[in-house]
């Protein structure tokens, strides 16, 4: 039961869909509600394909900050001086 209601609760934009293409029927036709289930349908993919772009964004970003991190502890674990560093910076060995 409480599985259920969990569901609904979840996946409420497809109740709500659900209703208005019962809706667009009993009002309009098959016509008018196919037209609803089409225009819902491509909505839903809209969003699931910008769910999908701004979750691989995200992974990105956090693969690029650990690269980072890992330079960054690369570098500070060396022991550098003054020259060491400009030696470096001149060969472009950073």
């Given at each position: 039961m409480w599985d259920l209601v969990n569901t609904i609760y979840e996946y409420w934009f497809l109740v709500l869909w659900l209703a208005l293409v019962i809706l667009a029927y009993?009002?309009?036709?098959?016509?008018?509600?196919?037209?609803?289930?089409?225009?819902?349908?491509?909505?839903?993919?809209?969003?699931?394909?910008?769910?999908?772009?701004?979750?691989?964004?995200?992974?990105?970003?956090?693969?690029?900050?650990?690269?980072?991190?890992?330079?960054?502890?690369?570098?500070?674990?060396r022991n550098t001086g003054k020259r060491d560093v400009i030696d470096r910076m001149r060969n472009g060995s950073y």
């Open positions: 009993v009002y309009g036709g098959r016509r008018a509600a196919l037209l609803v289930l089409s225009l819902g349908g491509g909505a839903a993919a809209y969003y699931l394909g910008k769910k999908t772009v701004r979750d691989d964004n995200k992974k990105a970003v956090q693969h690029i900050q650990e690269k980072r991190e890992k330079a960054y502890d690369k570098i500070t674990s």
